[in-house]
C-alpha cells in the first residue's frame, strides 16, 4: 500500500514496490559477508559513498570505513562513475554495507611495533575537534592532544598550527582498539 485518503475513500496500492522488493532480496542473497566485488560509485555524500554492485543493488560505505586515515570529503575521493573494489561488512535488512579501507593494511598493526607509550614523536597536527587537537604520527595513525595542556581552546590553536609539526609524547597507546593521546607540554619541557 502506498497511500490511504480517509476523505476520498482511496488506496492505492503498487504492484511494483513488492515485486522490486523481492528482486532486491534475491540480489542480495549473492552477496556474504568478507566477499570482495566490483563495483560503480553512484554517489559521494557527507556520510560515505553508495556504490551499485549490480543494477538495481547499492551499498553503502560509511565514511568511517573509506579509509584508515582522517576523511574530510568523499567528493574530493570519488566521483560518480569510479570503478572501486569493496569487501561486504554486513548484509542486513535489505542493506548492505561495504567497506574500502579493510583492503588495506590497517596502519595501527605495523604502528604497534614502531611506537610505544612514553616515547617522544614528531606528529602534524590534522584535525581541530572540541576535545583538542588532532595529531598524526604517521599516515592513518593520529592521536588526541587535549585542549586542557592549553587551558582553553584559542591558546590550543595559537599554540599548534594545523599541518605543521611538532614533538608530542604518547601518554597512551593502545594500537588494539586505535587508541592514542599525546602530550605537547610533556615533550616540551626542558
Known sequence: ?????????KLIFSEKSLHEKEEKGE???KYEVGSVVKGEVTGAVDFGVF???EPGLEGLVHISE????LVEDTKTLFKVGDMVDVKVI????????????QLKENPWVSASKKFEKGQIVDAVVIKYNKHGALASIEEGVAGLVHVS??????KLKSGLSLGSVYKFKITLFEPNDQKMTLSFKEANEA
Open 1 to 9: 500500500m502506498i497511500t490511504a485518503d480517509q476523505k476520498e475513500h
Open 27 to 29: 540480489k542480495m542473497t
Open 51 to 53: 556504490v551499485k554492485l
Open 66 to 69: 573509506i579509509d584508515w586515515g
Open 90 to 101: 554486513e548484509v542486513k535488512d535489505d542493506k548492505i554495507s561495504l567497506s574500502i579501507k
Open 149 to 154: 595542556e592549553f587551558e582553553t581552546e584559542e
